[in-house]
């Protein structure tokens, strides 16, 4: 039972709307859905990064184009209070892409911002900077302990700090 992951808010809500849009419950009856931090997940999540980036870019195309949700679904679920969450490939590659991306940006972006400036204690402060918003990106997106957090930090610190010290642009 402790090794179960907890429940997804967005699966909860979608079987509260169910509940709400059907009333085949009392409301004693579904009363425990208010009680999330007890809720588990009985099948086994995936990458949380992946599952994240997917729930989040559906969200986005469901917003944008008013028409995704019925052209995605209408084989699914006669019923508009179900929600069923669409993974397929489009959405696939879109969180893929801006997973990439950020983690592109998070790798090379110190890198080009030091080697524009030329001050040491600025490069520093890029460093602590990039090493932080590194850190705080991978513990929000993975499930990662806190050694392997520890190890990526000085590690990542590490490689940038040698290339600040190593590529100091001198002044004359």
Not at 11 to 19: A, C, H, M
Not at 72 to 96: C, K, T
Not at 141 to 167: D, M, N
Request: charged letters at 15%.
């Amino acid at each position: 039972m402790l090794s179960l992951s907890p429940a997804q808010q967005r699966d909860v809500e979608s079987l509260q709307n169910w509940l709400d849009g059907n009333g085949c419950l009392t409301r004693e009856e579904s009363a425990y859905l208010a009680h999330h931090g007890e809720l588990v997940a009985l099948a086994p999540a995936g990458d949380s990064a992946i599952l994240q980036l997917e729930a989040w870019v559906e969200d986005r195309l469901i917003r944008l184009w008013r028409n995704f949700r019925k052209r995605r679904f209408h084989n699914m679920s006669n019923d508009p209070n179900v929600y069923i969450s669409y993974s397929g490939r489009l959405i696939q590659r879109i969180a893929r892409a801006l997973l990439l991306l950020l983690i592109t940006l998070l790798l090379l972006m110190p890198i080009v911002v030091c080697n524009i400036i030329s001050t040491t204690s600025i490069r520093i402060l890029v460093v602590i900077v990039s090493t932080i918003s590194y850190l705080l990106v991978l513990s929000l997106l993975t499930k990662s302990r806190s050694i392997e957090l520890i190890l990526a930090g000085v590690t990542y610190a590490a490689v940038l700090t040698v290339f600040v010290t190593g590529t100091s642009v001198t002044q004359g």
